[in-house]
């Protein structure tokens, strides 16, 4: 059984830092590009960043510079490191694992992040 299990979400001043994880079990993570998407309320979901096998990493032009998205493969999990947060990246963030082609793609249930004074 596949499982993706977001954590580290919560309520944050502006300009304050979160640090996301996504533990993974049920695939081979090492093998699988990881990827960070959020939704907000009204607005469809969108890419916040993606690390591949490989460790090359492509982040959403907004938040480039104050993001980071690392993953441990002996852990089994991804991280979104968020720093500078604004109210503009308030949204429920999801986990998404994408194997080699597409060939099966899986999301987490999301976590909330909420930046607010």
């Known amino acids: 059984q596949v499982q993706l299990v977001e954590s580290g979400g919560g309520l944050v001043q502006p300009g304050g830092s979160l640090r996301l994880s996504c533990a993974s079990s049920g695939i081979p993570f090492n093998l699988y590009t990881m990827g960070w998407y959020r939704q907000a309320p009204g607005k469809q979901r969108e890419l916040v960043a993606t690390?591949?096998?490989?460790?090359?990493?492509n982040y959403e032009e907004s938040v480039k510079g104050r993001f980071t998205i690392s993953r441990d493969n002996a852990k089994n999990t991804v991280y979104l490191q968020m720093n500078s947060l604004t109210s503009e990246d308030t949204a429920v963030y999801y986990c998404?694992?994408?194997?080699?082609?597409?060939?099966?793609?899986?999301w987490g249930q999301g976590t909330q992040v909420t930046v607010s004074s």
């Open positions: 998404k694992g994408e194997s080699p082609w597409a060939k099966y793609i899986y």
């Open positions: 690390i591949t096998s490989g460790r090359n990493t």
